[in-house]
């Protein structure tokens, strides 16, 4: 499976961005999908994921309610609402097959996303 992150870019604070994952390869054997980020200097986190059996989306609580994930077919979509200055980080796609699972297996590359004050 490969992954194709897209759509960073620098907004200001309060604005809209929306991020595109694109899986291709072996895709049926995805279950779960998910963007994780990385702020300069600080650890990797979650942000949310999207699982297709069951059918559920999961959220970090600092992006509750501003961010909403989607998916259609192969692509994972990110639409991120009234941005802030603290989530600018560069953004990773993942995917897994498994459900549940504390690892994933498939990682795209990042793409950047900048909030200005």
């Known amino acids: 499976v490969q992954l194709q992150a897209s759509g960073g870019g620098l907004v200001q604070s309060g604005g809209s961005l929306r991020l595109a994952c694109a899986a291709s390869g072996s895709i049926f054997s995805i279950n779960r999908m998910g963007w994780f980020r990385q702020a300069l200097g600080k650890e990797r986190e979650f942000v949310s994921s999207?699982?297709?059996?069951?059918?559920t989306t999961t959220y970090a609580d600092s992006v509750k309610g501003r961010f909403t994930i989607s998916r259609d077919k192969n692509t994972v979509y990110l639409q991120m609402n009234s941005l802030k200055p603290d989530d600018t980080a560069v953004y990773y796609c993942?995917?897994?097959?498994?459900?549940?699972?504390?690892?994933?297996?498939?990682w795209g590359q990042g793409t950047q996303v900048t909030v200005s004050s």
């Open positions: 993942a995917a897994d097959a498994l459900a549940n699972s504390a690892s994933w297996n498939y």
């Open positions: 999207i699982r297709r059996n069951p059918y």
